[in-house]
């Protein structure tokens, strides 16, 4: 079983429409990352969570949004969709035996047409 | 911020060859991570090493955090080597903030 999951993998949305990415994890982690990567590039820090009463903005926040449901939870709202926000996005834990080792799901592809 | 360049920028290699990926980083680190990134888009942890020699495998990394540089090695190369390898590094305060090269595209042919 994936220990980072995000859901939905696939997403195509049109101009101006809101839409939700979520992640949860099973590895017992407190600190939640929000990345997204664009064509080759790395990947830039959108928002991040190290307990459900911390939450903080990363390099790239604008047009974005988080919530921190639980521990385990941890999903990203683009408010009013817009093209260049067309992208492979990432969830990340970090928390364990190596602190700062961060950890990724396996992405979602979103398209803003 | 802290930069980080990787070299080369692609790599081709034919199977069974061996190769060494750079990356270099402008600031001390407290955090260094390598990924794989295969051809469906999943990233892999591959070490966490912000100083020392790791092995995994066919898989090495060497980070100098006093001259500021991090080198993987992959030994005996096969097709499902290919993808992009990331570097990412954290620094300071921050060490939970990663910051990303921009990748080594490797191609392994068979």
């Known amino acids: 079983d994936a220990d980072v999951t995000q859901t939905p993998r696939n997403r195509i949305t049109k101009t101006g429409k809101r839409i939700m990415l979520e992640c949860s994890q099973t590895k017992g982690h407190d600190r939640m990352y929000w990345y997204r990567q664009d064509p080759g590039l790395g990947l830039r820090l959108i928002y991040y969570?190290?307990?459900?009463?911390?939450?903080n903005k990363g390099e790239i926040s604008d047009g974005y949004s988080v919530s921190r449901q639980a521990q385990a939870k941890f999903s990203l709202s683009l408010e009013s969709a817009i093209p260049n926000q067309t992208a492979l996005y990432f969830c990340?834990?970090?928390?364990?035996?190596?602190?700062?080792?961060?950890?990724f799901g396996p992405g979602t592809r979103l398209t803003v047409l | 911020g802290i930069q980080v360049e990787q070299s080369p920028p692609d790599l081709i290699l034919q199977e069974g060859a061996n190769s060494t990926l750079r990356c270099n980083f402008s600031?001390?680190?407290?955090?260094l991570q390598w990924f794989h990134q295969n051809p469906w888009g999943q990233l892999i942890n591959l070490f966490y090493?912000?100083?020392g020699t790791k092995q995994n495998g066919r898989l090495s990394a060497t980070t100098v955090a006093t001259e500021r540089y991090s080198l993987l090695y992959i030994s005996s190369s096969q097709t499902t080597d290919s993808g992009v390898y990331f570097c990412?590094?954290?620094?300071?305060?921050?060490?939970?903030?990663?910051?990303f090269g921009k990748g080594t595209l490797l191609t392994v042919n068979p």
């Open positions: 600031d001390s680190v407290n955090n």
């Open positions: 990340a834990t970090s928390g364990g035996t190596t602190y700062n080792e961060q950890f």
């Open positions: 969570s190290f307990d459900v009463k911390d939450i």
């Open positions: 090493i912000p100083s």
């Open positions: 990412a590094v954290a620094s300071g305060g921050s060490n939970y903030k990663l910051t």
